[in-house]
Every structure is written in structure tokens, then in C-alpha cells.
């Protein structure tokens, strides 16, 4: 994905080479390393993980500043929509009725939904 926006960009402005520093990386959200769609579909028995997509994506922005350390809980990250979620602070940037509709959202500070 990263490879499909950096040509579209340069093409549009007219530029060529990375768009993004070094230390910009992808990664393989729904899948572990080195487990294969094949192996969950008949090893741990999700019959759809497409569907689960959205959760995935969920979960991985919102507990990257605790995996990096940076703070303990995912509503301690001042830059992260999870205050709004877990219904802390009152921002305008998100819609929880529809995100709600497709996640489910779950901090350790015990607050639940869906």
C-alpha cells in the first residue's frame, strides 16, 4: 500500500523516491508473522478473518503507544481517539455509533462496548 500512494503522489506532484523517512515500515496487520491465512482458517478456526479486519486495525492503532512503551494504558496517549471511545473526552473527530457497529472496544481501565 505504502508503494501504491508514494507513486501516486509523485506522480501527481511531479516527484520520484520515498515520500516517507527510513524507519517507515509496513506491517502484516491480520496475520502473524509466519502464520498463513490457510493455518488460522483451519488451525484456530476463524471462518472469516476478513471480517475481523476492522477490529484488527482497531486494536493495532490504538495499542501502538503502549507497545512502544510511551504510556501504560491506550487513554493515557494524548494524541489517541481512545479518550473519545472509551467516552473520557468528548471529541468531534470520531463517530462512535458507527465504529461500534463494526469493533469493539476494550481498555484497561475496564470499559467496554458492544
Do not use: W
Not at 502473524?32 to 486495525?57: A, L, R
Not at 462512535?96 to 467496554?112: C, L, N, P, Q, V
Amino acid at each position: 500500500m505504502l508503494r501504491s500512494y508514494t507513486r501516486a503522489i509523485n506522480k501527481q506532484e511531479g516527484l520520484s523516491g520515498s515520500l516517507f523517512r527510513k524507519e517507515t515500515k509496513s506491517e502484516c496487520i491480520n496475520y502473524p508473522k509466519g502464520v498463513t491465512p490457510s493455518f488460522i482458517k483451519s488451525k484456530i478456526n476463524i471462518q472469516n478473518p476478513e471480517k475481523q479486519y476492522p477490529q484488527i486495525c482497531f486494536n493495532y492503532i490504538h495499542q501502538n503507544p503502549v507497545k512502544a512503551k510511551m504510556v501504560s494504558k491506550e487513554v493515557d496517549y494524548e494524541f489517541s481517539s481512545a479518550k473519545d471511545y472509551a467516552n473520557i473526552r468528548n471529541g468531534k473527530l470520531i463517530n462512535r455509533e458507527a465504529a461500534f457497529e463494526y469493533i469493539k472496544y476494550e481498555d484497561k481501565s475496564g470499559f467496554h462496548s458492544k
